[in-house]
């Protein structure tokens, strides 16, 4: 290390990222280095610059893109925009959670129309035409949900 600089390799190495990465960061004007040795091409970072790098890769990991991120890092968004920016990436996230949440309780209905059924134990020993309704009958859950939906509707 020189004058508390770091190597590309050694920010590489502890935020377990490529020498790749760092540079394409650079080439997009998000992370520059402090110094770069004029005879072997050496880059060089400072501290504040490494704190840098493990903000870009916080916000990367949040979903922002690195033309987002250059804003954010280089202070051109307000203060109002930051916020939005935040708020429009935590409702997508929110998003995401709810789509997951959705896939887990039709694998959910799933298990149990096979734990109803009788024979799927036996699926191997089934013709392809009784295996093909049995699946479409353990995965079409949306008309299940559908006719409990309409059901709990008429008894209001």
């Known amino acids: 290390m020189k004058d508390n600089l770091m190597l590309i390799g050694e920010i590489a190495e502890f935020f377990g990222v490529s020498r790749k ?18 005879c072997n091409g050496y880059r060089y970072y400072s501290p504040d610059q490494v704190r840098q790098l493990n903000a870009l890769l916080e916000l990367k990991a949040l979903g922002f893109s690195l033309d987002e991120i250059k804003t954010i890092i280089d ?26 949440s959705y896939k887990m309780e039709c694998l959910g209905g799933i298990i149990d129309n ?29 008309d299940v949900r559908a006719q409990r939906a ?3 509707a008429l008894w209001l």
């Open 21 to 38: 990465a760092i540079r394409l960061y650079e080439k997009k004007g998000i992370l520059k280095p402090v110094e770069v040795d004029a």
């Open 75 to 100: 202070g051109e968004a307000t203060g109002e925009q930051l916020f939005a920016s935040l708020e429009k990436k935590r409702q997508a996230w929110q998003q995401t959670i709810d789509a997951a």
């Open 114 to 142: 096979l734990r109803s059924l009788q024979g799927a134990e036996n699926m191997a020993q089934m013709t392809e035409e009784e295996r093909a309704w049995l699946l479409v009958k353990l995965v079409c859950i949306e």
């Open 150 to 152: 309409l059901s709990e």
